[in-house]
């Protein structure tokens, strides 16, 4: 198919994209410029978690049936208007150069580059090895899903609550959940990853049955995996409200306690599924639910 390439006006910037009408998911048909139109309807509640953060692209060239690939450094032929910041890896001491999309047009250029996935690390480009706060993702193994994982955030609540803290959720945009203790204080991941790997090991020693912390696929089955890694500098994790490269055109979507607790009394797990357009239609409501993960100023707490 030949490329039919136009150029559209996004804020103060000019653009050139092309091949909007290219399918990425096959089976609601939607587009290459659905995609970049999502990005911009978005952009208001999506910027501000993306402001100053180091991205990693996930790009799928042929849509969400084709190969993709991850990229940390920023493609060289990026228009002026991308900034970039350089992070020295600790492993070989190289610096890489990542994407900052701090505006809108910078969201739509990464649509247009096939990125559907936007990946974010929980420090700053500033302050790299200093988390805004603790995560932990519940991953669903084999013979369990994201009502399993709904138990297993509630529990996780209740223990922050104890604790004099609050935290936020959201859905992966896949097959789990992913809970937020925001701290935005000053704290290290030297303090925060020991931390995070002590409540996850304590939810296994409580529940074996049903929770595991250590990432073997085997171990997973019939458990929601804690995964408690992900707090390093090295790691990443989806970015709220982005796109996910799924059947259909899912979202990372922060929720509420509410309707984690109205889903496990439904026995739904349909409730805690979103697609592109029910994400635009909550931000509309709701406004950002996931606000507090950049504004709430917390210590992290001791555990008994």
């Keep these: ?45 999506l910027l501000p978690h993306l402001k ?28 002026s208007f991308i900034k970039t910041v350089a992070i020295r890896r600790r492993r070989d001491d190289k610096d890489v150069n990542y994407c900052q999309l701090n505006t809108e047009a910078a969201l739509a250029w990464a ?39 709904a138990e297993v955030a509630l529990r996780l609540r209740r223990l922050f609550s104890e604790l004099e803290r609050e935290a936020v959720v959201k859905t992966s945009g896949s097959k789990g959940l992913q809970l937020y203790l925001p701290l935005n204080t000053r704290v290290t991941y030297e303090d925060t990853r020991p931390w995070a790997k002590a409540v996850a090991t304590r939810f296994e020693a409580e529940t074996p049955d049903a929770i595991v912390s250590k990432p073997s696929k085997e171990a997973r089955r019939g458990r929601v995996f804690i995964d408690w890694s992900q707090n390093h500098p090295a790691k990443t994790t989806v970015c709220v409200y982005s796109l996910r490269a799924k059947e259909h055109p899912t979202v990372s979507t922060p929720v509420t306690w509410d309707e984690i607790e109205s889903a496990l009394d439904a026995g739904d797990p349909e409730r805690l599924v979103f697609t592109h357009d029910e994400v635009l239609e909550r931000v509309e409501s709701h406004g950002d639910l996931f606000e507090p993960v950049r504004s709430l100023k917390q210590r992290l707490p001791k555990l008994d």
Aim: neutral net charge; glycine residues 8%; aromatic residues 8%.
């Design 1 to 45: 198919m030949a490329s039919t390439k136009q150029t559209i006006a996004v804020g103060n910037h000019r653009l050139e994209v092309s091949n909007l009408a290219k399918v990425f998911y096959p089976t609601t048909e939607f587009t290459k410029g659905d995609v970049i139109d999502y990005y911009r309807a978005i952009s208001g509640v």
């Design 111 to 149: 649509a247009n580059l096939a990125n559907l996935e936007l990946h974010v690390a929980l420090g700053s480009a500033r302050a790299p090895h200093k988390p805004h706060s603790v995560v932990f993702d519940l991953d669903p193994g084999e013979g369990t899903g994201v009502l399993e994982c």
């Design 52 to 79: 100053g953060r180091p991205v990693t692209l996930k790009r799928y060239p042929d849509g969400v049936e084709g190969f993709s690939f991850y990229e940390k450094s920023c493609p060289e032929h990026r228009p």
